[in-house]
């Protein structure tokens, strides 16, 4: 099972930007695809990207694609989100997740539910002021 713990939230003025790191402890890491979500008060989780096991494979939600980009590093078992140009509804606790399955297999760029991913972190805060 894998641990997973995210880091990076803060408080930015619109336009900026942040990166998040997702950490994971436990066993392969590199046998796990990574994808990334987002919940803002009162609305729904939103699917923002994901990754394949090697990193060679990524998908992005339309709502994020040209600014957002998901990496990871094997080697150092972390994946990250790197978002730039950030606004006011970017604000958001901001979610790693792993799963040993595909994940953008079962994502489309306007639906990541199709898969409950088996391991959450818990979640990042992050809040963008205009």
């Known amino acids: 099972q894998v641990q997973l713990v995210e880091s990076g939230g803060g408080l930015v003025q619109a336009g900026a930007s942040l990166r998040l790191s997702c950490a994971a402890s436990?066993?392969?890491?590199?046998?796990?695809?990574i994808a990334w979500f987002r919940q803002a008060p009162g609305k729904e989780r939103e699917g923002l990207s994901c990754?394949?096991?090697?990193?060679?494979?990524?998908k992005y939600a339309d709502s994020v694609k040209g600014r957002f980009t998901i990496s990871r590093d094997n080697a150092k078992n972390t994946a990250f989100l790197q978002m730039n140009s950030l606004s006011p509804e970017d604000s958001a606790v901001y979610f790693c997740?792993?799963?040993?399955?595909?994940?953008?297999?079962?994502?489309?760029?306007?639906?990541?539910?199709?898969?409950?991913?088996?391991?959450w972190g818990q979640g990042t805060r992050v809040s963008v002021s205009s």
């Open positions: 436990g066993p392969s890491f590199s046998n796990y695809a």
């Open positions: 997740t792993a799963d040993p399955k595909a994940l953008c297999t079962y994502y489309t760029t306007t639906d990541f539910k199709g898969y409950e991913s088996a391991y």
């Open positions: 990754i394949s096991s090697t990193g060679g494979y990524t």
